[in-house]
């Protein structure tokens, strides 16, 4: 369906998606030499978090620059009604900020809360028309994974040690990104479109 699209025509989508952002554990690293027997002494074995703490967020994009990006309530599943309201007070201002009056699309996946009827019908009367039909399940086409990559480096690389910290770093991090660095991205959909039919589906490397 989009095998001859151009960049000029991705220019006009906007990409969205959702990722959790875990704390990490940032260990001093100490070189000791342990007496015999003392190997798995209790002092000398470190702890680890087999479910670390993670901070789930919605973020959007598009060839002008990342839009914008909210945090989700924690231990909170995104459902209908929590979908609606960052659309309603996420995407819309980022639509108006980005495109003003002109036309464009909006890309989201096949979670069961982007499809139920509710927002179907809230998208429709608010006249976004969405990019479709696309998977479920699709990392590969989606160029916002490569910007949760980046960020998540770039907060991981800062060594924070609580949750406010990683949230005020995953929102700073956010804004800095430049316009040149979400136009490559969308620059690249027209062969990483080839490039999945190439492999039929099949995983590619980005």
């Not at 990409?15 to 002494?41: I, T």
């Not at 993670?54 to 909210?70: D, N």
């Not at 479709?132 to 086409?141: A, K």
Request: with cysteine; aromatic share 8%.
């Amino acid at each position: 369906m989009y095998r001859d699209w151009t960049a000029e025509d991705w220019g006009k989508v906007i990409f969205s998606d959702e990722s959790p952002f875990r704390l990490l554990r940032h260990p001093e690293k100490n070189h000791v030499r342990r007496r015999q027997g003392e190997l798995y002494h209790q002092s000398c074995v470190m702890p680890t978090v087999k479910h670390p703490e993670a901070i789930h967020v919605w973020g959007c994009f598009s060839a002008k620059g990342v839009g914008s990006l909210t945090m989700l309530p924690k231990n909170t599943a995104m459902n209908k009604e929590s979908y609606q309201h960052i659309l309603r007070e996420q995407l819309l201002p980022t639509i108006q900020e980005q495109f003003g009056d002109k036309q464009c699309l909006f890309q989201h996946d096949g979670a069961p809360c982007h499809k139920v009827k509710v927002i179907t019908k809230w998208l429709r009367e608010q006249n976004i028309n969405i990019l479709g039909p696309w998977p479920g399940n699709s990392p590969d086409l989606n160029p916002i994974e490569n910007l949760w990559s980046i960020l998540k480096r770039r907060v991981d690389k800062q060594k924070p040690t609580n949750c406010d910290k990683v949230q005020a770093l995953i929102m700073q991090e956010w804004a800095a990104f430049s316009q040149d660095v979400a136009q490559k991205l969308i620059d690249n959909m027209t062969w990483r479109i080839a490039d999945v039919l190439k492999k039929k589906g099949q995983h590619c490397k980005y």
